[in-house]
Structure formats: structure tokens, C-alpha cells
């Protein structure tokens, strides 16, 4: 049986693991949630994830949400080098990871909502939150900045999970105006892994069609 994962290709949660899948070789079956018209909110949605969120995965009678976790459960399944290719690497990238969900990704989802979300609905953004976010955003990017300084990867030397969550939040960057370009070593490896990983490449495409689609349609420009 396929492996399905429920999600929209605007998304960049779902993005994450559509590469994951991609390099992995991992068959997958998109089946499409339109997160513009609320369909992760429906009753039928809220059985496989009561938060009403995407990306989630069936595989058969297995169900997971959150993207690290699908893309560790397909990694396993795949014997994939993405989680690590040593013990120590594999704990390196769930640092990362962790880290990523916790102290990253959520100030880049917040500004999303503030920056692009609100304004589909007409709603203009907070000042107060948005300082806040871009606070937080560059007090993390600064730690990221240094990190990468000597390194072509987060972890090892090679593309692992860490890279694909951590670059997740660029998926929007050109919409949210985050302000990674102001630290020229992590803007360096996210454009090092387009030129070198295609299904990151594919995959921003296929969310920028997306979202461009989406906002022309409803007379929304960045
Ligand atoms: N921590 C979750 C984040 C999931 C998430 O925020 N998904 C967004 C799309 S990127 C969503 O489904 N939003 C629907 C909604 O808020 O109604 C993950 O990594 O999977």
C-alpha cells in the first residue's frame, strides 16, 4: 500500500517532507488539502490530526503528524543516511531538529501568519509581534550564521533531516521578508542547496506556483 501523506504543496511543512521523500526514493501519495479554504479543519481532517495541521501520514493503520517526525518515520523505513550516518551524527541532527520546531520554525510559522495569512484576510500585521519575531528570528539566524561559517552541512558533511528543516522557513522567505539574507553564510548554504539538491529546487517551485496562484488570484502581491 502507498504511503499517503495529507498535505498542500504551499505549505512548507509539507515541503519538507516531499523532499525527504524525493531523496529518499520513498513512494508517496499527495493527497491534496487546500489550507486556503480551511479543509484541515473539517471533521473528517480533525480524526487524523485533532490540531487540524498538515503534513499527516497514513500508512495504513499508522497515522503521524509533525514533519520531523513523518520524515524520521520514512527515513527508518528507507535505511536513509538523511537521519545520520553515525550514532553520534543521528543525535546531531535530532538536536537540530528539536531545536528547529522549537526556537525556529515557530517565530518564521507566527510571521507567516502575520505577514502573508493576515493580509488574505485583510487584517494588517502587528507591529509589536512582528518585532518581536524578527527579534527572535535574528537572534537564532546569528547562532545558525556562525555555525555554518566552516560547514556545508548543519551536521557531517552531508544533506541530513537537520538541513531540510532548518532551511524550511526560506520556502516563504521572499513573502514573510525574514531577514536571513542580512547573515550571508546561512543565506550561502540555502543557496548552495538548491543548486545542489533538485528535489529542494522542485520543491520550492511547486510551492511558489502554489502560493502565487493563490495570492494572484486574490489580488495579493509581494
Ligand atoms: N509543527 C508542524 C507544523 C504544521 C503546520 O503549521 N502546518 C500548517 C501548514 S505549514 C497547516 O497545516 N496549517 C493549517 C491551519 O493552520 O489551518 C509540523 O512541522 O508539521
Do not use: C
Request: hydrophobic content about 45%; charged content about 20%.
Amino acid at each position: 500500500m502507498t504511503i499517503q501523506i495529507h498535505g498542500d504543496l504551499g505549505s512548507g511543512s509539507f515541503r519538507r517532507v516531499a523532499t525527504a521523500a524525493k531523496i529518499m526514493g520513498v513512494d508517496i501519495e499527495h493527497i491534496n488539502v487546500d489550507l486556503f479554504k480551511g479543509e484541515s479543519h473539517t471533521p473528517a481532517f480533525l480524526k487524523l490530526n485533532p490540531h487540524g495541521l498538515t503534513p499527516v501520514l497514513q500508512d495504513g493503520d499508522t497515522i503521524i503528524w509533525e514533519a520531523s517526525a513523518i520524515n524520521i518515520y520514512l527515513a527508518e523505513k528507507a535505511g536513509s543516511a538523511l537521519l545520520g550516518k553515525s550514532a553520534n551524527d543521528r543525535y546531531q541532527v535530532l538536536q537540530w531538529m528539536f531545536w528547529s520546531g522549537e526556537q525556529w520554525r515557530v517565530f518564521a510559522t507566527l510571521l507567516f501568519n502575520e505577514r502573508v495569512a493576515g493580509r488574505v484576510m485583510g487584517q494588517a500585521e502587528d507591529p509589536s509581534i512582528v518585532n518581536l519575531l524578527l527579534k527572535n528570528m535574528r537572534a537564532a539566524a546569528s547562532v545558525l550564521d556562525a555555525h555554518l561559517a566552516s560547514r556545508r552541512f548543519i551536521v557531517g558533511d552531508e544533506l541530513t533531516l537537520a538541513d531540510i528543516d532548518i532551511a524550511a522557513p526560506f520556502s516563504q522567505v521572499f513573502r514573510t521578508k525574514a531577514p536571513f539574507v542580512e547573515f550571508p553564510n546561512l543565506w550561502a548554504w540555502q543557496e548552495r542547496l538548491l543548486e545542489t539538491v533538485p528535489a529542494w529546487a522542485d520543491t520550492r517551485r511547486d510551492l511558489d506556483d502554489r502560493m502565487d496562484t493563490f495570492l494572484s488570484a486574490n489580488g495579493v502581491t509581494f
